[in-house]
């Protein structure tokens, strides 16, 4: 396993965000975890990133406890993640938005980070006309491909998506979707959270089923979906 969390719990306060949970991300997949509002998704991976504390557990990257190492120390290993919602910086450029995402390397001006730069225009050729504009002008699925091309600047391992598709125009979602098995196909492994579970599901090769911070279900994506009363309770009955 390339990222393993094991008997993971976060709280809020007193409130129990996560309880005990544990799961793995095997190098190459996609991994999804779905789950309604408030289930957890967004803080397992917040605490993977290292944005919040773990109050039990632990988190192992690439053979490492990474359990209590600093964010950027995380993000130098391998892993980096594109945030829930308009998580780019509204006054920096586009351009700005994704040296940020290279900070950990120091190397902007060399032939590696150019070819992260091209990979990210050609993934997303809207960013490549738009270098100059200002982050916070740019509409809501603009600035989800800039968070997710500022993520992937960071060349990771591993790249955790808080709901990628979130707000987004139908055709915008298949979009992102297909964007998202091509990051997959270049080698990178994708640690995906979604409320578009049936999207999400097809494509992933593990997922797993948040309830009130703890893991109810887990399996191969598409056997998920398939099952009657998942559909039922996470894909609108379709
Ligand atoms: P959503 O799909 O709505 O984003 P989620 O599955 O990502 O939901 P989380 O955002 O991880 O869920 O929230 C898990 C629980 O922790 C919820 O009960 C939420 O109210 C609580 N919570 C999240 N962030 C905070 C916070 N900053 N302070 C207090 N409680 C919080």
Excluded: W
Aim: proline letters at 5%; aromatic letters at 4%.
């Amino acid at each position: 396993m390339l990222l393993e969390v094991e008997g993971l719990c976060v709280n809020y306060g007193h409130i129990e965000a996560i309880r005990d949970i544990s799961f793995g991300v095997e190098e190459g997949t996609i991994t999804t975890l779905i789950g309604a509002n408030g289930a957890g998704k967004t803080t397992t991976l917040k605490t993977i990133s290292g944005l919040r504390p773990v109050r039990a557990g632990r988190i192992v990257f690439d053979g490492t406890d990474i359990t209590h190492l600093p964010p950027y120390e995380r993000v130098k290993m391998g892993l980096s993640q594109s945030p829930e919602g308009r998580g780019c910086f509204p006054g920096m450029t586009v351009r700005e938005n994704l040296d940020m995402g290279a900070f950990v390397r120091k190397d902007t001006r060399t032939p590696a980070y150019q070819q992260d730069l091209d990979r990210v225009f050609d993934l997303f050729p809207r960013l490549s006309e738009r270098v100059n504009q200002m982050a916070g002008t740019m509409s809501g699925g603009e600035q989800q491909m800039l968070a997710m091309g500022r993520a992937l600047m960071a060349r990771p391992k591993v790249v955790l998506l808080d709901e990628p598709s979130m707000g987004l125009a139908p055709k915008l979602i298949a979009q992102i979707f297909a964007i998202i098995d091509e990051i997959r196909a270049q080698g990178t492994t994708v640690l995906l959270v979604e409320q578009n579970a049936a999207q999400a599901l097809k494509r992933s090769d593990s997922a797993h089923i948040l309830e009130t911070g703890r893991i109810i279900r887990s399996g191969p994506g598409r056997d998920l979906a398939g099952d009657a009363s998942v559909k039922a309770a996470y894909l609108g009955g379709d």
